[in-house]
């Protein structure tokens, strides 16, 4: 099930970064094993009540002159008019109602996407809410205020905010092509990989029904099997801060993934691997999707025997969270191994939803226990009793234990490697939940 996008839009100071936080709280920081995109405060996964949604932050905007102000809001929205589900409207009634949120207003009211307007600040509901009213005047509907700062007023927005989430059996989880996103840094040669993917074989180029979105999905046919290649390429900005193009290339990558089974990360290999690349590789970690590392451009670096084991090392060392990751050396502009980007799609599908039985897994944990003594703290030995697979895409296993501070991460790993050594799960993470037991053993 693919979570829903909310998109907070807003001007310079009206208090989104400070929103932000307070709705994605310390769920900000949960993955310390991948870097920066989650702190960087461009993205957030947010939970309500029974609600899972991803926050964006489209802004990131240094306040300059009143022109430059509109323009780089006006940006935003379209961002957001383009990738999310709901978009949040934030204004700040200490400010009032300004020009440029009249402006905004418009464009967002002629996108016809669900628009929940925030009134920010109001930290003080019997003083401020005559002030709030003035804000019906941008005609996108009630005002919700809030103050992001005394978290007050949140339930009643988020409330609004779910409300406008697509229904939860849409077309797109019927149908059961796979989805494969293709993500990457600008210039790294994405919208040339999906060009040779589909080749003559592009069917059609089209919203697939069921999406609120505007991303275009190519759906192509290889060996008499079809696939949707979920685009991130297509979409052009004018961008010319550095930096704006980055938030922007890691949005169009969080959205795309969202929906993907299988992610193709694609790398410039004239350039090598990156931390920005690791950024982005990081979005679909999180995810639990099946990756795929095409190290594009192979045709023009100049190679000689050890050139695939070096980028190969390289790139283990900076992706060194997703060890599993599989890495095709690729050329899209002259088509060398596509059909293997295929075959490796189809296998690391198959391994992020498949599904281990109870028996064989506990066997190889006791045989991996018999192996290498589990740790112990204070002379306390950690014990194992039962491990199960309870869910698929990625593969989450259940392990019970004794006692769950014995578990450190360094036996997880272990425990997963033996895992790996007999069923490979290549391409895909595996998820592990730790459980106590406390009246066996
Ligand atoms: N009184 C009050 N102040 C707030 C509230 N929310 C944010 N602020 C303040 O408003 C200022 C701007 O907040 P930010 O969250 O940085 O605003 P922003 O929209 O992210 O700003 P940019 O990064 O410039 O786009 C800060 O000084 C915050 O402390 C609130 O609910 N009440
Ligand atoms: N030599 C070589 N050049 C390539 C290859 N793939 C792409 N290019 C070139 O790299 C440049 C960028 O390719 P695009 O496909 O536009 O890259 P993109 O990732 O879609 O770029 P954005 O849309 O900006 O994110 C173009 O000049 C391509 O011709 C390749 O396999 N080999």
């Given at each position: 099930?693919?979570k829903?996008?909310?998109a907070?839009?807003?001007?310079?100071?009206?208090?989104?970064s400070?929103?932000?936080?307070?709705?994605?709280?310390?769920?900000?920081?949960?993955?310390?094993?991948?870097?920066?995109?989650?702190?960087?405060?461009i993205?957030?996964?947010?939970?309500?009540?029974?609600?899972?949604f991803?926050?964006?932050?489209?802004?990131?905007?240094?306040?300059?002159?009143?022109?430059?102000i509109?323009?780089?809001?006006?940006?935003?929205?379209?961002?957001?008019?383009?990738?999310?589900?709901?978009i949040?409207f934030?204004?700040?009634v200490?400010q009032?109602?300004?020009?440029?949120?009249?402006?905004v207003?418009?464009?967002?009211?002629?996108?016809?996407?669900?628009?929940?307007?925030?009134?920010?600040?109001?930290?003080?509901?019997?003083?401020?809410?005559?002030?709030?009213?003035?804000?019906?005047?941008l005609?996108?509907?009630?005002?919700?205020?809030?103050?992001?700062?005394?978290?007050?007023?949140?339930?009643?927005m988020?409330?609004?905010?779910?409300?406008?989430f697509?229904?939860?059996?849409?077309?797109?989880?019927?149908?059961?092509?796979?989805r494969?996103?293709?993500?990457?840094?600008?210039?790294?040669?994405?919208s040339?990989?999906v060009?040779?993917?589909?080749?003559?074989?592009?069917?059609?180029?089209?919203?697939?029904?069921?999406?609120?979105?505007?991303?275009?999905?190519?759906?192509i046919?290889?060996?008499?099997?079809?696939?949707?290649l979920?685009?991130?390429?297509?979409?052009?900005?004018?961008?010319?801060i550095?930096?704006?193009?980055?938030?922007f290339?890691?949005?169009?990558?969080v959205?795309?993934?969202?929906?993907?089974?299988?992610?193709?990360l694609?790398?410039?290999?004239?350039?090598?691997?990156?931390?920005?690349?690791a950024k982005?590789?990081?979005?679909?970690?999180e995810r639990?999707?099946?990756?795929i590392?095409?190290?594009?451009k192979?045709?023009?670096v100049?190679k000689?025997?050890?050139?695939?084991?070096e980028?190969t090392?390289?790139?283990?060392?900076?992706?060194?969270?997703?060890?599993?990751?599989?890495?095709?050396?690729?050329?899209?502009?002259?088509?060398?191994?596509?059909?293997?980007?295929?075959?490796?799609?189809d296998?690391?599908?198959e391994?992020?939803?498949?599904?281990v039985?109870?028996?064989v897994l506990?066997?190889?944990?006791?045989?991996?226990v018999?192996?290498?003594?589990p740790?112990?703290?204070?002379?306390?030995?950690?014990?194992?009793y039962?491990?199960?697979q309870?869910?698929?895409?990625?593969?989450?296993?259940?392990?019970?234990?004794?006692?769950?501070?014995?578990?450190?991460?360094?036996?997880?790993?272990?425990?997963?490697?033996?895992?790996?050594?007999?069923?490979?799960?290549?391409?895909?993470?595996?998820?592990?939940?730790?459980?106590?037991?406390?009246?066996?053993?």
């Open positions: 099930m693919s829903p996008i909310v907070v839009v807003g001007r310079p100071n009206v208090g989104k400070t929103l932000f936080n307070t709705l994605a709280g310390e769920r900000i920081s949960i993955v310390q094993d991948t870097p920066g995109v989650t702190r960087d405060r993205y957030a996964e947010v939970s309500w009540l029974n609600y899972n991803t926050l964006i932050d489209t802004g990131g905007i240094e306040p300059d002159s009143k022109d430059v509109l323009s780089q809001m006006r940006e935003q929205a379209q961002i957001a008019i383009d990738t999310a589900d709901v949040m934030l204004v700040d200490r009032g109602l300004q020009d440029a949120d009249g402006k207003a418009d464009m967002l009211r002629r996108s016809n996407k669900p628009v929940v307007l925030v009134v920010n600040k109001v930290d003080d509901f019997d003083k401020y809410m005559p002030d709030v009213y003035e804000f019906y005047n005609g996108i509907g009630e005002p919700f205020p809030v103050s992001a700062s005394s978290k007050l007023g949140l339930g009643d988020l409330d609004e905010v779910v409300k406008h697509p229904p939860e059996s849409n077309e797109e989880e019927e149908d059961d092509r796979p494969v996103a293709i993500i990457g840094k600008p210039n790294v040669g994405k040339s990989l060009n040779k993917l589909a080749q003559k074989d592009r069917v059609i180029v089209s919203n697939i029904a069921g999406t609120t979105r505007d991303a275009i999905d190519t759906e046919r290889y060996n008499g099997k079809d696939y949707i979920i685009d991130t390429a297509g979409i052009r900005r004018k961008n010319k550095k930096e704006e193009i980055e938030r290339s890691i949005i169009r990558a959205t795309a993934v969202e929906r993907a089974d299988v992610v193709l694609v790398i410039d290999a004239t350039e090598g691997v990156t931390e920005q690349d982005i590789a990081g979005i679909a970690h639990g999707k099946g990756i590392i095409c190290v594009n192979w045709d023009a100049e000689n025997n050890d050139s695939v084991k980028y090392q390289k790139i283990r060392q900076i992706l060194s969270f997703m060890p599993y990751a599989e890495i095709l050396f690729i050329s899209a502009l002259t088509g060398q191994r596509l059909p293997k980007i295929f075959e490796t799609m296998a690391v599908i391994n992020n939803s498949m599904r039985g109870t028996g506990n066997e190889i944990v006791a045989e991996a018999a192996m290498q003594q740790p112990t703290d204070k002379g306390k030995r950690l014990k194992i039962y491990i199960t309870v869910a698929v895409k990625p593969p989450t296993f259940v392990i019970f234990v004794n006692d769950k501070n014995l578990m450190h991460f360094s036996y997880t790993r272990y425990l997963e490697n033996r895992i790996r050594d007999t069923f490979g799960f290549a391409g895909t993470s595996l998820k592990f939940i730790v459980r106590e037991r406390k009246d066996e053993g």
